[in-house]
């Protein structure tokens, strides 16, 4: 790990002048699209393959290679969405760039949009940030009203158009397809794939979805270069600064920008440690959809192939702590009511499998579980794992195996006592 | 470019009763159509924007008053109105409130939060008080997890609260 990181994509996080166009000119800003408007579009492609990014939204696709997939040539529509739908549990980085950051991630949209000759850009935001939305909605007539955007971008000749488009509260519209039906006005239901989004994609045509943070690092890629980006990290695989949101029983939660591939123990370093000295008992590193960990990976380096390895994912890297006094049946039980509740219900394994996981484990948490609920979770999330159309089924499941798996003797307390051993989790006075 | 400032963002309108689309809202909603490629995309954004005109939710009449608008068949409208959670087909309060009790929430206390909520306003969740002034429900991740428990009230977050904070914020409403 390099001795000393400086921030790259929170580094204007905390500068009200950021917000806007010329405060943000003055910290550096645009100069990264102004360079890769001088570069062919294929390029500035090479660039971010190079550089090793992946995905921040939850699946760590390489970005460049997405990229690379839409068909060339300017004679047919093609778009950018981005999606800032954000409503992973344990997740609020995005909404810190928004916030913070706006031109950050226009910026990284423009660059993305000229590598694969989009006209045409939608922010998709979660219906619930409406503060995100209208600072975006002023940073970007800021930037239209500066020749940024609109029929000639920076004076190039290029071509963009860029718009906020707001959700209305539904967690699916995060899953790619999900977003585009949404997007199109209709139930934001996932589409059968293939054909994938780079070749039919939003109104049929081929489109690029990449995440928030995914976006706001490609400026610093095309200023700094790929050899810069790729001596962040832990390997070839794994690099660039990487926002963690850390949330749960920590002294001081938060979003913190790391070298990708940190160690959870350096990063609960940073958060403060477990808050009022309490011990560790287990930690989700990736948002609700990622398996739950026990203190003995305490040294788990935070990057997607380890995570990965240690039999968890990265995912959105929403890490949620839980302290000694926690219940796990209590926990999962409140994620599978989650999933219940965000089910689209188009596959009968996802609507009914995560409906069942969640009276399930409610009745196990109330003292009314019998000793074969864990066999019959496990049931339950077999019939659901790979049988269902999108991600969301097998992010449902996630959490359910790993809590009979790593806490079966939770289980069985509940079961013996006939009620929860554990307290009810309480607020704190400031903390205290 | 106009500058389309998120619908929710500015005051409820004055409950219309009868007029359909007002003038307003109609000319909000057709200056989106040049934003996308096809009629069918601005539906969201029209649902949000006649919502805001009735008050903060959707009765029959906003539905199919949005469907005319966009020339699509009323069914289509229901479907997607019935699909997303911040779109309402029963009345809400003047101020709506949202209290997230997902995991990292619960975590730091979520649970009391809702019950001081249901102490305070005398009414169980998705109802509204006999003033109309309030109505809440509990809600999933709302991306403030940092900052639990939490919770919004129209578009504004109130975070790291307690009991005394809620009451606090319950007193400024009016
Ligand atoms: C149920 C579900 C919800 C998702 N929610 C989000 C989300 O809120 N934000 C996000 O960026 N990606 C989300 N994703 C991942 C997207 O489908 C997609 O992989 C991502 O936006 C691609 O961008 P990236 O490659 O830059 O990460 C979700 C996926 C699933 C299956
Ligand atoms: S897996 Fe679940 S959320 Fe995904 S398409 Fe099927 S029913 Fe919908
Ligand atoms: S869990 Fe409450 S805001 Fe995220």
Same mark, same amino acid.
């Given at each position: 790990?390099?001795?000393?990181?400086?921030? +790259?994509?929170?580094?204007?996080?905390?500068?009200?002048?950021?917000?806007?166009?010329?405060?943000?000119?003055?910290?550096?800003?645009?100069?990264?699209?102004?360079?890769?408007?001088?570069?062919?579009?294929?390029?500035?492609?090479?660039?971010? *393959? *190079?550089?090793?990014?992946?995905?921040?939204? @939850?699946?760590?696709?390489?970005?460049?290679?997405?990229?690379?997939?839409?068909?060339?040539?300017?004679?047919?529509?093609?778009?950018?969405?981005?999606?800032?739908?954000?409503?992973?549990?344990?997740?609020?980085?995005?909404?810190?760039?928004?916030?913070?950051?706006?031109?950050?991630?226009?910026?990284?949209?423009?660059?993305?949009?000229?590598?694969?000759?989009?006209?045409?850009?939608?922010?998709?935001?979660? @219906?619930?940030?409406?503060?995100?939305?209208?600072?975006?909605?002023?940073?970007?007539?800021?930037?239209?009203?500066?020749?940024?955007?609109?029929?000639?971008?920076?004076?190039?000749?290029?071509?963009?158009?860029?718009?906020?488009?707001?959700?209305?509260?539904?967690?699916?519209?995060?899953?790619?397809?999900?977003?585009?039906?949404?997007?199109?006005?209709?139930?934001?239901?996932?589409?059968? *794939?293939?054909?994938?989004?780079?070749?039919?994609?939003?109104?049929?045509?081929?489109?690029?979805?990449?995440?928030?943070?995914?976006?706001?690092?490609?400026?610093?890629?095309?200023?700094?270069?790929?050899?810069?980006?790729?001596?962040?990290?832990?390997?070839?695989?794994?690099?660039?600064?990487?926002?963690?949101?850390?949330?749960?029983?920590?002294?001081?939660?938060?979003?913190?920008?790391?070298?990708?591939?940190?160690?959870?123990?350096?990063?609960?370093?940073?958060?403060?440690?477990?808050?009022?000295?309490?011990?560790?008992?287990?930690?989700?590193?990736?948002?609700?959809?990622?398996?739950?960990?026990?203190?003995? $990976?305490?040294?788990?380096?935070?990057?997607?192939?380890?995570?990965?390895?240690?039999?968890?994912?990265?995912?959105?890297?929403?890490?949620? +702590?839980?302290?000694?006094?926690?219940?796990?049946?209590?926990?999962?039980?409140?994620?599978?009511?989650?999933?219940?509740?965000?089910?689209?219900? $188009?596959?009968?394994?996802?609507?009914?499998?995560?409906?069942?996981?969640?009276?399930?484990?409610?009745?196990?948490?109330?003292?009314?579980?019998?000793?074969?609920?864990?066999?019959?979770?496990?049931?339950?999330?077999?019939?659901?794992?790979?049988?269902?159309?999108?991600?969301?089924?097998?992010?449902?499941?996630?959490?359910?195996?790993?809590?009979?798996?790593?806490?079966?003797?939770?289980?069985? $307390?509940?079961?013996?006592?006939?009620?929860?051993?554990?307290?009810?989790?309480?607020?704190?006075?400031?903390?205290? | 470019?106009?500058?389309?400032?998120?619908?929710?963002?500015?005051?409820?309108?004055?409950?219309?009763?009868?007029?359909?689309?007002?003038?307003?809202?109609?000319? =909000?909603?057709?200056?989106?159509? =040049?934003?996308?490629?096809?009629?069918?995309?601005?539906?969201?954004?029209?649902?949000?924007?006649?919502?805001?005109?009735?008050?903060?939710?959707?009765?029959?009449?906003?539905?199919?008053?949005?469907?005319?608008?966009?020339?699509?068949?009323?069914?289509?409208?229901?479907?997607?109105?019935?699909?997303?959670?911040? %779109?309402?087909?029963?009345?809400?309060?003047?101020?709506?409130?949202?209290?997230?009790?997902?995991?990292?929430?619960?975590?730091?206390?979520?649970?009391?939060?809702?019950?001081?909520?249901?102490?305070?306003?005398?009414?169980?969740?998705?109802?509204?008080?006999?003033?109309?002034?309030?109505?809440?429900?509990? %809600? =999933?991740?709302?991306?403030?997890?940092?900052?639990?428990?939490?919770?919004?009230?129209?578009?504004?977050?109130?975070?790291?609260?307690?009991?005394?904070?809620?009451?606090?914020?319950?007193?400024?409403?009016?």
């Amino acid at each position: 790990m390099a001795a000393k990181f400086e921030p +790259v994509l929170t580094r204007n996080v905390g500068k009200p002048e950021a917000l806007t166009l010329k405060g943000y000119r003055q910290l550096g800003g645009y100069e990264g699209l102004a360079k890769a408007l001088t570069m062919e579009p294929d390029a500035v492609i090479d660039e971010v *393959k *190079k550089s090793g990014l992946r995905g921040r939204g @939850g699946a760590g696709f390489p970005a460049g290679m997405k990229w690379s997939f839409i068909p060339k040539g300017k004679d047919k529509p093609k778009y950018l969405v981005c999606n800032a739908d954000e409503s992973e549990p344990g997740t609020f980085k995005d909404r810190l760039l928004m916030e913070n950051d706006p031109h950050q991630l226009i910026e990284g949209c423009a660059i993305c949009c000229f590598a694969v000759s989009a006209a045409t850009c939608y922010i998709y935001i979660r @219906g619930e940030y409406t503060k995100s939305a209208v600072i975006l909605e002023r940073a970007l007539k800021e930037a239209y009203d500066a020749g940024i955007l609109g029929d000639n971008v920076l004076g190039s000749g290029f071509k963009l158009n860029m718009y906020v488009h707001r959700g209305a509260g539904a967690y699916i519209c995060g899953e790619e397809t999900g977003m585009l039906e949404s997007l199109e006005g209709k139930r934001g239901q996932p589409r059968v *794939k293939p054909p994938f989004p780079a070749v039919v994609g939003a109104f049929g045509a081929p489109t690029v979805i990449n995440n928030v943070e995914t976006l706001c690092n490609v400026p610093h890629i095309i200023t700094r270069g790929a050899d810069w980006f790729k001596s962040i990290g832990t390997d070839e695989k794994n690099t660039g600064p990487k926002l963690y949101a850390i949330s749960g029983h920590v002294d001081r939660p938060g979003t913190y920008e790391h070298p990708i591939g940190i160690t959870f123990r350096e990063m609960l370093d940073a958060a403060g440690g477990m808050w009022h000295g309490r011990q560790l008992k287990a930690f989700i590193p990736g948002g609700a959809s990622a398996p739950i960990l026990k203190p003995d $990976q305490i040294d788990l380096k935070m990057d997607f192939d380890t995570v990965a390895k240690a039999g968890s994912m990265l995912g959105s890297a929403a890490v949620i +702590v839980m302290d000694e006094t926690t219940c796990m049946v209590r926990s999962v039980a409140r994620l599978s009511k989650f999933f219940n509740h965000e089910s689209c219900g $188009q596959c009968t394994p996802c609507r009914e499998g995560t409906n069942w996981m969640e009276l399930v484990l409610d009745r196990l948490e109330h003292g009314e579980g019998t000793e074969r609920d864990s066999q019959l979770l496990l049931s339950i999330c077999k019939n659901i794992g790979g049988q269902s159309l999108c991600a969301l089924g097998d992010a449902a499941i996630g959490p359910v195996k790993s809590l009979v798996d790593r806490f079966p003797e939770e289980i069985e $307390q509940h079961v013996r006592n006939r009620a929860c051993p554990f307290p009810r989790p309480r607020y704190f006075e400031n903390g205290a | 470019m106009s500058v389309h400032e998120p619908a929710s963002v500015k005051p409820p309108g004055p409950q219309t009763r009868g007029g359909g689309l007002s003038a307003a809202s109609r000319a =909000e909603i057709d200056g989106l159509r =040049e934003r996308y490629p096809t009629t069918e995309a601005v539906l969201l954004p029209a649902l949000h924007i006649a919502q805001r005109q009735w008050g903060g939710w959707l009765p029959d009449e906003a539905i199919t008053a949005v469907a005319e608008a966009l020339d699509l068949p009323v069914a289509r409208v229901y479907g997607v109105v019935t699909f997303y959670d911040l %779109f309402h087909q029963k009345p809400v309060g003047r101020h709506r409130i949202r209290v997230c009790n997902n995991l990292s929430c619960q975590l730091r206390g979520a649970e009391e939060i809702l019950e001081v909520l249901h102490r305070e306003l005398g009414v169980g969740e998705d109802e509204v008080t006999p003033d109309g002034r309030c109505s809440y429900v509990h %809600f =999933e991740c709302l991306g403030s997890c940092d900052t639990a428990p939490m919770m919004m009230v129209d578009d504004e977050y109130h975070e790291n609260l307690t009991p005394n904070r809620v009451r606090q914020v319950l007193k400024g409403l009016k």
